[in-house]
């Protein structure tokens, strides 16, 4: 249908977002034809209040199943004119659950020959998962690909090359969803060509150059096709408002329906039909229900000569309807969308078609607020995440005089029977309801042989067995949202808590974590702000040392790759580790090219490795390939606690990959020298403004991964580019230097000594601290000793030089006393303050000399 049809259609007096627009100050600018395509509503969601809704997506709102697709069909028409007719024979399209599953669908029909597949939340027995993101401001955030043909994403065409891959969402907003998803494939199917595809264009300034930023970094030309483009403008305050204003409509309707048998439509019942009439479709064998496990031309060809007997089968039953809603199933939308559009073009009656939803929304009825009734019913699915309410919008009180409920079999329960279920609901509020089953698509099982031209979706191996556990674990962060690295540079298995109050003064954390009231991670010390003084030493220390960590970097780097494997994954402890990630991901991709795949997690003494994040390295890569990385060893505690973690999950290897093992604890590092390694003299300035993580019962539950912030507001002061920049820009001069040192170390014996661990042992008796927990050797160590903790004393080997001189300068600003010993493995060790109270502190706040 053309776009003057489509604006008849969706043009009212009274603009559907002005009653939000009014009350919370939300502005929608941008084309002539954005307020005819978008309304606003709000919702209770901890990321965005208010929900744009499309009049022409057929989701919340009921439109003509003709617009519904035209809408789609003419988007794909733009894709093929845009990629031009080979290209487009060749491409795949992508569409995302739940709104814009028959979206993309109908963008591939217009494309012409386009497979499609779209992802899901709906688990399948048996199917392997080629892929997942998340979607970070959805109420339902985390997606599945279960393609039943393991190739189908890589799409090759005759000369084996990754086929334009077309992503489809309802709306382009921050484009993180996009994003997420294009990392995620473009590292298992490196392609040359993205198109990304969208009914509205709503990203901010700031959020526009993200997709050019992509292609530079991958070399992959990305284009953005989009029927309608604007900004939502958003005033101070809005979450909060939109929060407090939805509580009060809410109290507002349950007071004022408190009599009411039907409350949840907003208004009054009528008495419901008796009879819910069941329509044998006659659906065409093999034929999908939809994209979830993908959906070819062949099946196209099937389909479309099938559709006009279909809408005859429900043209009869219907009768004398004259108004007619077609009524979707969450992500199954083009299904019922096609029978829509076929029923459409065979009757005279006003054909109307949209879906039922997992998203909750509020309901006013007011001409100016875009969701003006909702029914609330159980999920019938039996959903991996468990029960729940559903709810069907704008349906109540629009005056149908029959709702045809269309659903797939797995959905054919008996909580859809049930008194309180969807027909049940939808009874109450027309003459007629009929029910028509698409039969669920059961992909066959995958024969013994992989597909030649690309990997096959692997089996889903013993350690893995979470790809089907009911809930997601959600895709990494990454920069520039989630830290000031690049987002190539590392994915963060951690979740932000930057809005969480966590700091507490340095006294009080210590003497809650001595007298066993709490663990040093369930807070975190107030970030230390280094002197003129000091960012002068950590300038110097970096300028000095940056050719001595270049040749670590690259001596430990090549052995990983010489002794793990050629592609190996690396995954760094954070923080500490993941500067020394960063920069063993870019010796590899600066002298071999490689583009090796780099996170980060959290790991907790005493509490052990975040579980969460290990299923999910395991759901996405073969534990064998992954290497733990981490920046130091003093005394091994961390290399221990790992070992002991892993030994509930198979596949993983319990070595870590150090800079620098001064403690003799690994057999894979780049030097035993205990130097001064600047990127220790400072906190989240050098390590992508990312804090130190947390574990806490009330902010990390069973199923989240372990916390940490983003200190956006220190950005005047990140060092961590600089960092990272100093130090590989002497990869070249230290080649032949860590050619020589690998060889050597290959054939050498480097089994862990331990040396170090004897020694704190022996620091703790001879000062009578009893706790090998409060002696933290090494240069590192002893750095983070003096801004994280109340220090006692610093032990410093002597006639230590310069490596030390940051360690003297943090001392005296403490008024710690440095002790010159002899006979010590490191060059320093920290002492924490034994037996902690305020009172050790003194009345200055500095640290005491005696116990």
């Known amino acids: 249908m053309s776009e003057r049809a489509t604006r008849e259609e969706t043009v009212d007096v009274v603009w559907s977002g002005s009653w939000v627009a009014e009350r919370l100050g939300v502005e929608l600018t941008g084309d002539g034809e954005l307020r005819d395509m978008l309304g606003l509503a709000l919702r209770r969601n901890p990321k965005r209040a208010h929900l744009l809704v499309s009049n022409v ?64 939340r709906r688990p399948v027995a048996g199917v392997a998962r080629a892929g997942g993101f998340e979607e970070s401001h959805s109420h339902a955030t985390s997606h599945l690909l279960l393609p039943e043909d393991g190739a189908l994403l890589a799409g090759p065409g005759s000369d084996g090359a990754p086929a334009p891959l077309v992503l489809v969402d309802d709306e382009f907003s921050t484009g993180n969803t996009v994003l997420n998803t294009m990392r995620m494939l473009h590292e298992l199917y490196p392609r040359e060509r993205y198109v990304v595809v969208a009914l509205v264009d709503m990203r901010s300034e700031r959020d526009r150059g993200r997709l050019d930023e992509f292609a530079a970094e991958t070399g992959a030309r990305v284009d953005l096709v989009a029927r309608g483009a604007g900004t939502v403008g958003l005033p101070d305050g809005v979450l909060e408002r939109g929060r407090a204003l939805v509580a009060a409509q809410e109290a507002e309707q349950e007071a004022r329906e408190s009599g009411r048998a039907a409350p949840e ?72 969308l096609r029978l829509g559009t076929a029923l459409e073009a065979l009757t005279d009656a006003d054909v109307r078609y949209s879906t039922t939803t997992r998203s909750p929304v509020l309901a006013v009825d007011d001409p100016g607020y875009a969701i003006r009734s909702r029914l609330v019913f159980p999920a019938h699915d039996n959903p991996a995440d468990g029960p729940g309410d559903r709810y069907a919008y704008n349906v109540a009180g629009a005056g149908f005089d029959a709702v045809v409920a269309v659903v797939d079999s797995t959905a054919d329960t008996p909580e859809l029977h049930a008194p309180d279920g969807l027909l049940a609901r939808l009874g109450a509020h027309t003459g007629r309801v009929l029910l028509a089953v698409v039969p669920s698509y059961t992909p066959a099982p995958a024969p013994d042989a992989e597909p030649a031209s690309a990997p096959a979706a692997e089996p889903v191996p013993s350690h893995a067995s979470d790809r089907q556990e009911p809930r997601m674990l959600p895709e990494p962060l990454r920069g520039p949202d989630f830290s000031s690295y690049a ?51 950590f300038q110097a220390a970096l300028d000095t040392s940056a050719a001595r960590i270049a040749r670590a970097v690259g001596t430990v780097t090549e052995t990983v790759l010489a002794e793990r494997g050629p592609r190996p994954v690396l995954v760094s402890l954070a923080r500490a580790g993941t500067p020394v990630g960063v920069l063993m991901r870019r010796w590899a991709q600066h002298r071999h090219g490689l583009d090796l795949p780099h996170y980060a997690v959290s790991i907790v003494r005493g509490r052990g490795i975040d579980a969460n994040a290990l299923r999910w390295l ?7 390939d992954i290497v733990f990385v981490d920046g130091w060893t003093g005394k091994g505690a961390i290399t221990r606690e790992l070992a002991v973690a892993l030994a509930g999950f198979e596949g ?39 804090s130190r993580t947390v574990l806490r019962a009330d902010l990390v539950g069973p199923e989240d991964f372990h916390g940490a912030k983003f200190y956006r507001e220190l950005a005047g002061a990140d060092v961590s580019g600089h960092f990272l920049d100093t130090v590989a820009a002497r990869f070249d001069e230290v080649v032949d230097g860590v050619d020589a040192e690998v060889k050597e170390l290959l054939t050498a014996d480097r089994a862990p000594t331990w040396e170090g661990w004897a020694a704190v042992e022996r620091i703790s008796e001879e000062y009578g601290i009893h706790d090998v927990n409060l002696v933290k050797p090494g240069v590192g160590e002893t750095t983070r000793v003096l801004l994280r903790r109340v220090p006692w004393k610093i032990l410093a080997q002597r006639g230590a030089g310069a490596d030390l001189e940051h360690i003297r300068l943090l001392a005296a600003q403490r008024g710690v006393p440095v002790e010159e010993v002899d006979e010590l493995p490191y060059t320093c060790v920290g002492l924490i303050h034994p037996q902690f109270t305020r009172g050790a502190t003194g009345a200055d706040g500095k640290a005491v000399t005696e116990k």
């Open 618 to 624: 395991a759901a996405h890569h073969d534990p064998a």
């Open 487 to 537: 987002a190539g540079d590392v994915g963060w298995l951690l979740q932000d808590l930057s809005d969480t109050e966590l700091e507490a003064p340095t006294e009080e954390r210590e003497e809650a974590i001595q007298s066993g009231g709490a663990h040093y991670a369930e807070s975190l010390p107030v970030e230390y702000q280094p002197s003129a003084e000091y960012q002068a030493l």
């Open 652 to 690: 993983f290897n319990p070595e870590i990959a150090v800079l620098a093992d001064p403690g003799g604890c690994v057999r894979t590092y780049g030097t035993r020298e205990d130097f001064l390694i600047p990127s220790a003299c400072l906190n989240s300035t050098v390590s992508g403004l990312i």
């Open 265 to 336: 439509s907003g208004r009054p019942p009528v008495e419901p039909a008796t009879v819910c009439t069941r329509i044998p479709l006659g659906w065409p064998a093999g034929v999908p229900d939809g994209g979830r496990h993908g959906f070819t031309p062949a099946h196209r060809a099937l389909l479309e000569p099938a559709l006009p007997g279909m809408a005859a089968r429900i043209a009869d039953a219907l009768g004398d309807a004259r108004r007619v809603l077609v009524l979707g199933f969450e992500e199954l939308m083009y299904a019922p």
């Open 57 to 120: 997506l057929g989701k919340h709102v009921p439109q003509r199943p003709s617009v519904v697709y035209g809408a789609g069909f003419e988007l794909g028409e733009r894709v093929r004119a845009l990629l031009g007719d080979s290209e487009a024979a060749r491409a795949v399209v992508l569409g995302y659950a739940e709104t814009a599953t028959g979206l993309g669908h109908a963008v591939a029909d217009g494309l012409g020959s386009a497979p499609y597949l779209h992802s899901t």
